[in-house]
């Protein structure tokens, strides 16, 4: 047990190292491929790759049962969620993204608390929540006036829709029992996904505008690579060991780094407003990660509640 919550600890932080750079290669993506076909030809080829290694390492292929649930789970995180990620940053910065995605944690809370047997929330966790949206706000404040405008507010309602999306993906997946190593879920999800999307990009005509070159070909390469497998296939094992509470914190840390990558590469803003709100943004992850310690309070994987898939 102290093993697999320890690896279920270190895919946590993959998950907030790894999503924080995502945000930067689809910006740059986008800039070059058309959104769909780039998007699930990243999920196909990403998920055909993890599915032979698993296999080769033994783990067994889903039985027909197990399909429908993967399906819905795939199609909710990353067909709907991460499609419509990579839609809306079409017209807004990665920094705002991640800020808008910080809100996932509280649909994780709300979509739970109409479950049957609704975890219990106590104070901690919610001044952790509190407290680490409050960071990230004072991080991008000067943002909220751009959603205003008519192309920042469409990115913006594709990215609260991806958030949505995620979050009912997310509580499905934690809740619905399936008798299949984690990985070999987040294999079959992320094919699944990337077929729906890729087909809807053939549907919208956007095979002429495909090229993979320059930059959008290391966007490609690195987001199928490293977001897909690695990234995806952390945050599938750590919900399926840890209080989904904790593993949403995540959305918290990820915008420190896509603002980090931002200055880097974009040339966008770093200040010590900045700096402090890091600070703040770390203090209430500690407190999510202190109240979800609390026995009884969060249904874990194994539990009479569910496991995950």
């Not at 959104?35 to 290694?53: D, E, H, K, N």
């Not at 200040?271 to 969060?298: H, R």
Request: hydrophobic fraction near 55%; include cysteine.
């Amino acid at each position: 047990m102290a093993k697999e919550n320890f690896k279920a600890y270190l895919a946590w932080i993959t998950v907030c190292i790894v999503w924080g750079t995502t945000y930067l290669a689809i910006r740059i993506g986008v800039k070059d491929l058309p959104p769909m076909l780039f998007a699930g030809l990243r999920w196909i080829i990403a998920g055909v790759i993890f599915l032979i290694f698993l296999k080769g390492r033994g783990q067994k292929l889903p039985g027909k049962k197990d399909l429908i649930p993967l399906a819905i789970v795939g199609l909710a995180l990353l067909g709907i969620g991460n499609g419509l990620v990579v839609v809306g940053e079409q017209w807004i910065n990665s920094g705002l993204t991640a800020l808008l995605i910080t809100t996932t944690p509280f649909w994780f809370i709300g979509i739970e608390a109409f479950l049957p047997h609704k975890p219990k929330i106590n104070f901690l966790v919610i001044a952790g929540l509190l407290l680490g949206l409050a960071g990230v706000t004072l991080i991008f404040g000067s943002h909220w006036q751009e959603l205003l405008n008519g192309s920042y507010l469409l990115g913006a309602l594709c990215i609260m829709g991806a958030v949505i999306a995620w979050a009912l993906g997310s509580v499905y997946s934690k809740y619905k029992k399936i008798d299949l190593h984690p990985l070999m879920s987040a294999a079959t999800q992320m094919i699944i996904a990337g077929v729906a999307q890729a087909v809807l990009g053939l549907l919208l005509g956007e095979a002429s505008e495909f090229n993979l070159a320059g930059n959008g070909l290391w966007a490609f390469v690195y987001l199928t690579l490293v977001g897909s497998i690695f990234g995806y296939g952390s945050y599938i094992y750590a919900i399926s060991h840890l209080p989904l509470s904790f593993v949403s914190t995540y959305a918290y840390i990820n915008p420190v780094i896509a603002l980090f990558l931002g200055w880097l590469v974009l040339d966008e803003r770093l200040d010590f407003v900045i700096l402090i709100s890091a600070v703040i943004i770390i203090a209430g992850v500690l407190l999510v990660k202190q109240g979800s310690k609390i026995q009884n309070i969060f249904p874990r994987s194994g539990d009479s509640d569910g496991k995950s898939s």
